[in-house]
């Protein structure tokens, strides 16, 4: 009987938690299924804890060609009519296959992917930070692929027929093959359904691909590069190629702060800024800049943010841009601040709060009548009466 969901592992010395990982697969609620792991020549004890499986597991073994080349081997071996790449540090919620695979059952032919959400682990299965969500549930849009990767391996399934049109996985790539992936099935035309559920966690460990920076940022650019190089792309997509480059270039920064690189951090993040000054006037580029040194595994959180030291870098990289006018320096200002006094409350931080959301109304950066730094002021517990009482007095005088 054909399988419906093929499972591809890739595993190099996997040892240490490729067990878990297939005990996940094999804990699924629903099991339609057939695993198979491509052994990218481990020189561990990756091969006997494999073996342990051999019921219920098909295994093959090749020498060590990359995590791309193993999945395309995987893929070859498979019969599923939808296709699972699992990472073999990485878990799935005991509801992964029955959600997604009952979403597929719904979902037209034009769906090409359907991904979820997933939830970042540490190396000892202990959650770090919030979900990673793609947003609203349903179709994503192009430009939502353009600035984050939604075909996350461990969180996505793959109609079969689409690797027929764009093929596999690009083995030349130093990193990011699965983004690269994610804009070719979006470039052939296939559509990404997004399901707003937790049902994959993603490892995060210290030896990780994601940590090779320079190597994800120059497979990044070479994979915008290609994707833009189609003459198939609509005006749209073609509109928010600078500011496509511009937020991998960010992106880049911010990994560059978090490993202790201040400087190489701050020239990637002037260049993105330049490359599209637009991106000052987005309140997730203040996200990043106040986020840069946070621990990659604690993204989404607040806990242990360090607000003073963003509210520097952000006025030390205002300064250095000097291609931008004084209207967008001033809203670049104010969504700073936005962003600061948003954060400062989701840290119950009340006086820090309402420091940054004065700061910018006294400092005449940020209009004295804006309603959102007024309300955000309001949120910031001892803030709110004096933020009422300034408020009426303001707008009383002015008459509004």
Same mark, same amino acid.
């Given at each position: 009987?054909?399988?419906?969901?093929?499972?591809?592992?890739?595993?190099?010395?996997?040892?240490?938690?490729?067990?878990?990982?297939?005990? %996940?697969?094999?804990?699924?609620?629903?099991?339609?299924?057939?695993?198979?792991?491509?052994?990218?020549?481990?020189?561990?004890?990756?091969?006997?804890?494999?073996?342990?499986?051999?019921?219920?597991?098909?295994?093959?073994?090749?020498?060590?060609?990359?995590?791309?080349?193993?999945?395309?081997?995987?893929?070859? $071996?498979?019969?599923?009519?939808?296709?699972?790449?699992?990472? =073999?540090?990485?878990?799935?919620?005991?509801?992964?296959? &029955?959600?997604?695979?009952?979403?597929?059952?719904?979902?037209?032919?034009?769906?090409?992917?359907?991904?979820?959400?997933?939830?970042?682990?540490?190396?000892?299965?202990?959650?770090?930070? &919030?979900?990673?969500?793609? /947003?609203?549930?349903?179709?994503?849009?192009?430009?939502?692929?353009?600035?984050?990767?939604?075909?996350?391996?461990?969180?996505?399934?793959?109609?079969?027929?689409?690797?027929?049109?764009?093929?596999?996985?690009?083995?030349?790539?130093?990193?990011?093959?699965?983004?690269?992936?994610?804009?070719?099935?979006?470039?052939?035309?296939? =559509?990404?359904?997004?399901?707003?559920?937790?049902? %994959?966690?993603?490892?995060?460990?210290? /030896?990780?691909? %994601?940590?090779?920076?320079?190597?994800?940022?120059?497979?990044?650019?070479?994979?915008?590069?290609?994707?833009?190089?189609?003459?198939?792309?609509? &005006?749209?997509?073609? &509109?928010?190629?600078?500011?496509?480059?511009?937020?991998?270039?960010?992106?880049?920064?911010?990994?560059?702060?978090? =490993?202790?690189?201040?400087?190489?951090?701050?020239?990637?993040?002037?260049?993105?800024?330049?490359?599209?000054?637009?991106?000052?006037?987005?309140?997730?580029?203040?996200?990043?800049?106040?986020? =840069?040194?946070?621990?990659?595994?604690?993204?989404?959180?607040?806990?242990?943010?360090?607000?003073?030291?963003?509210?520097?870098?952000?006025?030390?990289?205002?300064?250095?841009?000097?291609?931008?006018?004084?209207?967008?320096? $001033?809203?670049?200002?104010?969504?700073?601040?936005?962003?600061?006094?948003?954060?400062?409350?989701?840290?119950?931080?009340?006086?820090?709060?309402?420091?940054?959301?004065?700061?910018?109304?006294? %400092?005449?950066?940020?209009?004295?009548?804006?309603?959102?730094?007024?309300?955000?002021? $309001?949120?910031?517990?001892?803030?709110?009466?004096?933020?009422?009482?300034?408020?009426?007095?303001?707008?009383?005088?002015?008459?509004?």
């Amino acid at each position: 009987m054909t399988p419906v969901l093929s499972i591809i592992i890739p595993a190099y010395n996997a040892a240490a938690h490729i067990r878990q990982t297939l005990a %996940s697969v094999l804990a699924q609620t629903r099991a339609a299924h057939e695993i198979i792991v491509v052994d990218d020549g481990s020189t561990d004890a990756t091969p006997d804890i494999v073996r342990e499986f051999s019921a219920t597991v098909y295994y093959i073994r090749q020498p060590n060609q990359g995590v791309a080349a193993a999945r395309n081997r995987g893929f070859q $071996a498979s019969q599923g009519a939808w296709v699972a790449f699992l990472d =073999a540090d990485d878990l799935w919620m005991p509801e992964f296959e &029955a959600e997604m695979l009952a979403t597929a059952a719904i979902v037209n032919s034009q769906i090409g992917v359907i991904c979820c959400a997933l939830q970042n682990i540490n190396v000892n299965g202990e959650y770090q930070g &919030a979900p990673r969500r793609l /947003g609203s549930e349903g179709i994503l849009k192009t430009a939502q692929l353009l600035y984050q990767n939604a075909l996350h391996p461990s969180a996505s399934i793959i109609r079969r027929e689409v690797f027929a049109h764009v093929g596999m996985f690009d083995p030349t790539l130093a990193a990011q093959e699965d983004w690269d992936l994610c804009l070719r099935i979006a470039g052939a035309g296939y =559509a990404y359904y997004y399901l707003d559920k937790v049902l %994959s966690t993603y490892r995060q460990t210290p /030896g990780s691909r %994601s940590r090779r920076l320079t190597a994800v940022w120059e497979s990044n650019r070479r994979i915008l590069e290609r994707f833009y190089a189609q003459d198939n792309l609509g &005006a749209d997509v073609l &509109a928010l190629r600078a500011e496509a480059f511009a937020r991998v270039d960010l992106a880049y920064a911010a990994e560059l702060y978090r =490993a202790g690189d201040v400087s190489e951090g701050e020239q990637a993040l002037l260049t993105a800024l330049r490359t599209h000054p637009l991106l000052l006037e987005m309140k997730h580029t203040y996200y990043e800049i106040a986020c =840069a040194e946070q621990p990659r595994g604690d993204l989404g959180g607040v806990e242990n943010l360090d607000l003073h030291a963003g509210a520097q870098r952000l006025d030390t990289i205002l300064a250095a841009l000097t291609n931008i006018t004084p209207v967008q320096r $001033a809203l670049a200002y104010k969504m700073g601040y936005l962003a600061l006094t948003e954060l400062a409350y989701q840290q119950s931080s009340s006086r820090q709060g309402l420091l940054y959301a004065w700061r910018g109304l006294r %400092s005449g950066k940020a209009s004295v009548v804006d309603r959102q730094l007024w309300l955000l002021m $309001a949120q910031t517990g001892i803030g709110k009466r004096w933020a009422q009482r300034a408020r009426a007095w303001l707008f009383g005088r002015r008459g509004i």
